[in-house]
């Protein structure tokens, strides 16, 4: 090998030791502004946690200034932008966000969730309907579908929707309680029983779905269990004067008129929106022979 030639591979081997290095510290530039980025997503999020929306804009557009393109850092602006009670510019991003990253779930859901909010049913299932599809195992996207479902009046499909939602969380009483709502608007007293008891055992202190399995107990003509539900309910809430009411009202469908009677003395009159209270949930209450309480007046027992 020649002089030339020699001085030729060196300064050749030279030079790809200078592209490597500059790879390198491309490299590591990329990796200190996808670092810097993140931290400053995460410090966004903590100024959202406590309220501070304005930081928490200026701090998710200093992350997306870094990396320009991330759709899970413009969705977070748009969440910021929500808070802050900018909808429209939260849209804009919301937008812009699918642009950037179509298959990510949680800008579809914001959106449906904006649409939502001004009535446009339909348009917000379409954006619920692509949340589902592009993260299937998320429950809470079904609930917002199966939600809005039933707003249209879709409700098999509502259904089946809120159905899934409880086999990807089984144990959030919340989902079973929507199911079990939407049964008995379906008159499928015995399905939306079962759901609604599922509910009642993951939430234990929760009186509200233990006066609405009352009113299902009674829909199937289980009226001392409706008798021992609205018990425990009035158990955790001793002054629900409504709850005493509703329990007045089932001691005489179970033909249990004493007791009712006792209760009834020691009741005051009931506010307007206690009585609002009782006549919904007694609204609610199936007879097979259609003969239904009158909800017009509550009884006086004497």
């Known amino acids: 090998m020649d002089m030339m030639d020699q001085f030729v591979q060196e300064r050749w081997r030279e030079l790809q030791e200078m592209q490597r290095d500059d790879q390198r510290a491309r490299e590591e530039d990329a990796d200190l502004r996808a670092e810097t980025?993140?931290?400053?997503?995460?410090?966004a999020d903590s100024y959202m946690r406590n309220g501070k929306t304005t930081r928490a804009i200026a701090e998710y557009k200093r992350a997306i200034k870094l990396d320009k393109k991330n759709a899970v850092f413009h969705t977070r602006l748009a969440d910021a932008y929500v808070a802050h009670e900018d909808i429209q510019t939260a849209m804009?991003?919301?937008?812009?966000?699918?642009?950037?990253?179509?298959?990510?779930?949680?800008?579809?859901?914001?959106?449906?969730?904006?649409?939502?909010?001004?009535?446009?049913?339909?348009?917000?299932?379409?954006?619920?309907?692509?949340?589902?599809?592009?993260?299937?195992?998320?429950?809470f996207f079904h609930y917002q579908l199966g939600n809005t479902l039933e707003h249209i009046g879709l409700m098999d499909e509502a259904r089946t929707a809120l159905e899934q939602a409880v086999l990807l969380a089984p144990k959030i009483a919340f989902y079973r309680f929507r199911v079990a709502a939407l049964c008995q608007v379906q008159k499928r007293w015995e399905e939306g029983y079962v759901h609604l008891g599922h509910a009642c055992r993951l939430a234990p202190h929760d009186d509200y779905y233990l006066v609405r399995l009352a009113g299902m107990a009674i829909s199937l003509g289980r009226q001392d269990e409706a008798i021992q539900c609205l018990q425990r309910a009035i158990a955790l809430r001793p002054r629900n004067d409504a709850y005493q009411q509703l329990l007045i009202e089932t001691l005489r469908l179970a033909d249990r008129p004493e007791e009712a009677r006792a209760i009834s003395r020691?009741?005051?009159?009931?506010?307007?929106?206690?009585?609002?209270?009782?006549?919904?949930r007694m609204s609610e209450w199936h007879f097979p022979n259609d003969t239904r309480a009158d909800t017009s007046q509550f009884p006086e027992f004497p």
């Open 37 to 43: 980025a993140y931290l400053r997503m995460r410090l």
């Open 92 to 139: 804009t991003t919301y937008q812009q966000a699918i642009r950037f990253d179509p298959q990510l779930a949680e800008p579809h859901s914001s959106v449906g969730d904006l649409y939502l909010r001004y009535g446009m049913f339909r348009h917000a299932i379409e954006q619920y309907r692509e949340a589902v599809r592009f993260e299937p195992e998320r429950a």
């Open 266 to 280: 020691r009741l005051a009159p009931l506010d307007a929106y206690d009585r609002t209270f009782v006549e919904r």
